[in-house]
């Protein structure tokens, strides 16, 4: 089983470590270490997967943040050209019939 997030996979140290404790043939119940064991595995893999969302996050909000900042530049140059159109236009108007 491989394990995605975004399109990459995963170590899959935590479904290798689990097929092994499955697999060593032992028919006695786990034990109370078993369980630890198996819980830290999972604590870690979650914390793993809990860094990689805020890294995601972060750089989707730079991206957003750059992003918008060059469209608000765009629309404000694009706004100032035409407001200097049309006072160009009123100073032509105003030459004209003066």
Do not use: H, W
């Not at 979650?46 to 989707?60: G, H, P, T, V």
């Amino acid at each position: 089983m491989t394990t995605l997030t975004l399109e990459k996979p995963l170590d899959n140290e935590l479904e290798k470590q689990t097929i092994e404790d499955m697999n060593q043939g032992s028919q006695e119940p786990a034990s109370k270490a078993d369980l630890r064991n198996l819980t830290v595995r999972l604590e870690s893999k979650f914390d793993r997967l809990d860094s990689r969302m805020i890294e995601n996050q972060a750089s989707l909000k730079m991206y957003i943040n750059d992003k918008t900042a060059r469209f608000t530049t765009i629309f404000i140059s694009f706004g100032v050209a035409q407001l200097a159109a049309i006072a160009g236009i009123f100073i032509a108007i105003i030459l004209r019939f003066s």
